[in-house]
């Protein structure tokens, strides 16, 4: 290993991460030959190949994956190298990485926005997706911190809550239950539900209120995307429950309303997450102390501020 370069371990990085050489070779802006040279070598002075091809899919070897582990390493200390030495000059500056899920995307960005006007020299990537893929994000530990809103039990993290995460009913405004209150559950239950694909957390909340009643959801619609849930349910196609976030941008000409049922809101809160034990790059410490100190009160107002819809 010794003649391994620091160049060939970032490109067999990106070989793995895309199991493609010639999408490696893209975000590298390298031919695809230099790319399998470059892998070639690394292989030779490791003694054992890291790649093998089946039809057309490519598959880490064993020594392989060890590799990948051993390159994340790497990667994850020369990072917190260069965001140390920064620190000593003075400066803050690095890589933040962020995963949230996909309700925290109405809250996020503004806070990044005031915080990367703090930190100039820090620059962020910040991945929305939902509950399932972010923890196995977590699992690999890929990202520096994670917002989720229901904690996993069966990883070892350290969590910060930071903000409410309520869930409410959503349904277009002249849906005969939107002047009803207190609807019961079961009433609810007869409505078509357009939920959240599986894997969500929303609809893991969701689902879970309904087992603890005995009751069925008549999922008539499964969506991926927030978004296009408000939209069909404008559209008509049901009803479905929704993180309030979800209306930060909905003006009072909003064609939903908030159905007044009980056991709702769901009181979920949003955490910012990462795995017990890991070392913190200064980046990522830098992000947490203002996202608990500056960051709340930022967040609260977004949440006070995000017009009411009833
Ligand atoms: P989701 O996450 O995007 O997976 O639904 C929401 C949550 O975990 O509260």
Not at 163 to 189: F, G
Request: proline share 5%.
């Amino acid at each position: 290993m010794q003649q391994a370069t620091l160049h060939q371990l970032k490109v067999f990085e990106a070989v793995a991460r895309h199991n493609s050489f010639t999408r490696a070779a893209e975000e590298l802006f390298l031919t695809q030959p230099t790319v399998s040279m470059q892998v070639k070598q690394l292989a030779k002075a490791v003694g054992l190949p890291l790649f093998e091809q089946i039809g057309k899919r490519l598959y880490l070897t064993d020594a392989g994956r060890e590799l990948l582990a051993t390159c994340q390493e790497i990667f994850d200390r020369l990072s917190q190298f260069g965001s140390t030495v920064a620190d000593l000059k003075g400066l803050k500056q690095g890589y933040l990485r962020l995963a949230v899920i996909t309700t925290a995307k109405y809250v996020v960005p503004r806070l990044l926005g005031s915080f990367c006007q703090r930190y100039p020299g820090i620059d962020v990537s910040l991945k929305v997706t939902n509950h399932e893929h972010i923890l196995e994000r977590l699992t690999d530990n890929r990202d520096d911190l994670y917002i989720l809103s229901q904690l996993p039990s069966d990883l070892d993290v350290t969590s910060h809550p930071f903000l409410a995460n309520p869930l409410v009913v959503l349904a277009p405004r002249n849906h005969p239950l939107a002047q009803e209150k207190n609807i019961s559950l079961k009433r609810l239950a007869q409505e078509p539900f357009i939920m959240r694909e599986t894997g969500s957390g929303t609809r893991k909340a969701v689902q879970q209120l309904f087992d603890a009643h005995g009751l069925n959801v008549k999922v008539k619609l499964d969506l991926g995307s927030n978004e296009a849930i408000k939209q069909a349910i404008i559209g008509g196609l049901g009803i479905s429950v929704l993180s309030r976030h979800t209306l930060a941008l909905e003006g009072p000409t909003s064609q939903l309303s908030i159905l007044d049922v009980e056991d709702f809101p769901i009181q979920l809160d949003w955490y910012v997450v990462y795995p017990t034990g890991r070392q913190m790059s200064v980046v990522g410490n830098t992000f947490l102390e203002y996202l608990l100190n500056e960051g709340k009160r930022i967040a609260a107002q977004v949440d006070l501020n995000s017009p009411s819809v009833d």
